[in-house]
């Protein structure tokens, strides 16, 4: 007889704390043109506040208590942003001003700076808000170190807000997540920015810049990326148009 396994969440005494995140800041934005023309995309505002200080906010309430932050285009204005504004959470910076290394080389350019095992990634261009429990918090509780490499925040496509695209992943039961499988085909979850990662992922990484999807498609392949259903609301704040349809849904409650 084949017993089937239950997603389920760890108790918290077996959950990490994650304590140190990965703040992603430094795209180049250019979807969000000409608002970023002057401005690095973080610090795009919505509804009075810069993304990235909502991002800040979301860490805070889940007891993060260091970021480590990699900045590219505009880096002093974000530097400049991180002194004044984040106080309260110990700032350490990656530094790619001289070469943009995307998502994938971008974790492994910060990892010397990154000794917690695992640990938070999130990006700074997107918002979310938590539903009836914090999203980092359930993500800390679902993660299981023997099954997983990472494990992504995912929102289903019917509420993805503000996002034109197709979906990124399937998830099965038991939270194993698989990509879109054909090109023009919808999948039904989104990723939201927000993932637990651990060292084990990042492993034998190939040289220079690279997509985050390098490492998630050998985890696929092993069995070994996860997936979590975002319970809150989440907005996929891409475009100068996203931003004001977030702050007219915002101000609807």
């Known amino acids: 007889m084949t017993v089937k396994k239950t997603l389920s969440l760890r108790p918290d005494t077996a959950a990490p704390r994650l304590d140190t995140a990965m703040v992603m800041a430094a795209g180049l934005g250019k979807r969000m043109r000409p608002l970023?023309?002057?401005?690095?995309?973080?610090?795009?505002?919505?509804?009075?506040?810069?993304l990235l200080d909502r991002t800040?906010?979301?860490?805070?309430?889940?007891?993060?208590?260091?970021?480590?932050?990699?900045?590219?285009?505009?880096a002093?204005?974000?530097?400049?942003?991180?002194?004044?504004?984040?106080?309260?959470?110990?700032?350490?910076v990656s530094d790619e001003r001289g070469q943009l290394m995307e998502t994938g080389g971008g974790l492994v350019k910060a990892l010397p700076q990154i000794p917690q095992d695992?640990?938070?990634?999130?990006?700074?261009?997107?918002?979310?808000?938590?539903?009836?429990?914090?999203?980092?918090?359930l993500l800390e509780q679902r993660w299981n170190a023997?099954?997983?490499?990472?494990?992504?925040?995912?929102?289903?496509?019917?509420?993805?807000?503000?996002?034109?695209?197709?979906?990124?992943?399937?998830?099965?039961?038991?939270?194993?997540?698989?990509?879109?499988?054909?090109?023009?085909?919808?999948?039904?979850?989104?990723?939201?920015?927000?993932?637990?990662?651990?060292?084990?992922l990042l492993r034998d990484p190939p040289e220079g810049a690279f997509s985050t999807m390098v490492f998630w498609e050998r985890a696929i392949a092993e069995g070994r990326l996860y997936g979590l259903v975002h319970q809150g609301l989440w907005f996929d704040v891409g475009t100068p148009g996203a931003v004001k349809k977030t702050e007219a849904m915002l101000a609807d409650g």
């Open 56 to 74: 800040f906010d979301r860490l805070r309430s889940a007891g993060v208590s260091r970021a480590v932050v990699n900045v590219h285009y505009l």
């Open 146 to 200: 023997d099954e997983m490499d990472a494990l992504l925040l995912l929102v289903p496509l019917a509420r993805a807000n503000c996002h034109g695209g197709q979906g990124d992943f399937h998830m099965d039961p038991d939270g194993r997540i698989t990509s879109r499988r054909k090109r023009g085909k919808v999948a039904p979850f989104v990723y939201t920015g927000v993932q637990i990662v651990s060292h084990r």
């Open 36 to 50: 970023t023309a002057t401005r690095p995309k973080p610090l795009v505002e919505v509804a009075g506040r810069s």
């Open 76 to 92: 002093d204005a974000l530097e400049a942003h991180l002194r004044n504004k984040v106080t309260d959470i110990e700032i350490a």
């Open 118 to 137: 695992p640990f938070l990634c999130v990006n700074s261009d997107n918002l979310w808000i938590d539903g009836p429990t914090d999203a980092i918090r």
